[in-house]
């Protein structure tokens, strides 16, 4: 049955928040001499108020992750007297993702650090991560984003503030394909050094740096990155993060991050905003696998098969694997004009053709009735290309 799109795939007020601040940060960035210095830090306590986030069987995460951030204030603001600290919140209270980081544009901050705690229905799992800004890859990660982005329906009149988005579409994250550039390179940094502190010097399971489509860090406008410190869902997790000495560990290892990121920047002889070429590493597919929800992520390291042409399309891939498949497969019964691209070692397949991303969208949610994990992608003559780049081509 034929479902008919309602709403703009790529809403209006993301794509004016991508300009505002693609063309503030590359003002501020050329603004900044070579004796920049790092004079204004923002902290951000996740959730509060009406919205406690993840709970455990004795604690909260927005109680847990408050404690955290007034302590990593306290370490900033004794060992960095010429750092301004500036909090969200410092008590229970319920602030909005665009006010959070208005706070942070408002007052000119370097870097935004937003502290948060996991939660999953599975108690075993656990571990830190640090999230920036970019698309996410896999399903897990998507659930991550969900969650965090989900706080706006809590809003009064959020749809005034995120005019189209939904936080349970994965079309309505194609805009930070776009943004992930901005400050990419400094915020992966910091997101690596803290890393390094929890795994090293806290001795916590360090489950990486990932990329998340994050609204809280796409409306700042300077490096920022988002600290999962545990799993309150975890009974260890959650004693350890309760404890004053849990806390302790993970605010100073953030604090002792903050000041290696801070040597690293003013040290360098000028401040540059992130380039294309500073990526996280990429995971090959193996095996049978269905779509991966992330959109153009996947695509991109691709090398187009063909020397690319002037037409872009649009399609919808719906399975990869390491061995080609038949088009006469059960896989792809009762679909026509199956298409086969080979990049590398996988064969992928996809389906459909639209010049413009939008009308491929109603066919994608058709697709995905069959093939759920079914996504986007971008061809460029017998080529596939990266999804932002065709965004861009064709808008």
Do not use: C
Request: glycine share 6%.
């Amino acid at each position: 049955m034929n479902k008919k799109y309602v709403g703009p795939v790529i809403p209006v007020v993301l794509v004016w928040i991508f300009i505002h601040l693609l063309f503030a940060s590359s003002i501020q960035a050329q603004e900044k001499d070579n004796g920049y210095k790092i004079r204004t830090v923002v902290i951000d306590p996740g959730h509060g108020g009406k919205d406690p986030g993840s709970a455990g069987k004795q604690a909260t995460e927005k109680e847990v992750v408050l404690a955290i951030a007034l302590k990593l204030g306290k370490y900033m603001e004794s060992s960095m007297p010429d750092v301004r600290v500036i909090y969200t919140r410092k008590t229970d209270e319920f602030i909005p993702l665009h006010e959070r980081a208005e706070i942070a544009n408002s007052n000119k901050a370097d870097l935004f650090i937003s502290i948060h705690a996991n939660g999953t229905p599975n108690p075993l799992v656990s571990g830190t991560e640090t999230l920036v800004l970019g698309l996410h890859r896999a399903g897990e990660n998507f659930e991550v984003a969900k969650k965090e982005n989900g706080v706006i329906l809590l809003e009064d009149d959020y749809n005034t503030h995120y005019e189209g988005f939904d936080p349970n579409s994965s079309e309505s994250y194609i805009i930070f394909s776009l943004m992930q550039n901005l400050y990419f390179k400094q915020s992966f940094n910091i997101a690596s050094l803290i890393q390094e502190q929890f795994r090293d010097r806290a001795h916590r399971k360090d489950r990486s740096v990932k990329q998340q489509g994050l609204l809280v860090l796409a409306r700042t406008s300077m490096p920022g990155v988002l600290i999962e410190t545990g799993f309150i869902t975890n009974p260890d997790e959650e004693k350890y993060l309760m404890s004053e000495e849990g806390q302790d560990f993970i605010a100073s290892a953030i604090f002792r991050a903050f000041r290696d990121y801070r040597k690293i920047i003013e040290s360098r002889s000028s401040f540059t905003l992130a380039s294309r070429s500073d990526r996280l590493p990429e995971t090959a597919d193996s095996g049978m696998v269905t779509a991966d929800l992330s959109g153009g992520q996947l695509q991109e390291n691709l090398e187009p098969l063909q020397k690319p042409g002037p037409k872009v399309e649009f399609k919808i891939q719906i399975a990869a694997s390491t061995k080609p498949i038949s088009r006469d497969s059960h896989v792809f019964k009762g679909l026509t004009g199956v298409t086969e691209y080979r990049v590398g070692d996988i064969y992928k397949y996809a389906v459909g053709s639209s010049p413009t991303f939008q009308d491929i969208i109603p066919f994608s949610k058709q697709i995905r009735e069959r093939f759920p994990d079914a996504f986007i992608i971008a061809v460029k003559e017998s080529g596939l290309i990266p999804l932002d780049q065709a965004l861009q081509e064709t808008q």
